[in-house]
């Protein structure tokens, strides 16, 4: 298991926040375990930091790499690319 670090400025969380729960399915069906955490940047609520637990770095590098992942971002208002870390327990 490892761990993805995402950091996305979107342009109305409250716009956002449906797109990302209703994509639950396919980051199941791209390696993530369910497992995951969304925060919010306190001086800029728009700033949002995910969390997931995926199956492997291959798996997480082909989601992130999916085009129905990119065209979920842009529907939902992500602005730019997120920063994107993949992460293992030390």
Do not use: C
Not at 28 to 43: I, P
Not at 60 to 81: C, D, R, W, Y
């Amino acid at each position: 298991m490892i761990q993805v670090m995402l950091r996305s400025k979107v342009a109305d969380y409250a716009k956002w926040r449906p797109y990302f729960d209703a994509d639950l399915p396919n980051r199941r069906a791209g390696g993530a375990t369910g497992v995951e955490h969304v925060f919010r940047d306190l001086d800029d609520p728009n700033t949002v930091t995910i969390l997931l637990e995926m199956d492997s770095a291959e798996k997480a590098n082909q989601f992130m790499h999916n085009p129905a992942l990119a065209e979920t971002m842009k529907a939902s208002g992500v602005i730019g690319m997120p920063e994107v870390h993949f992460l293992s327990r030390a």
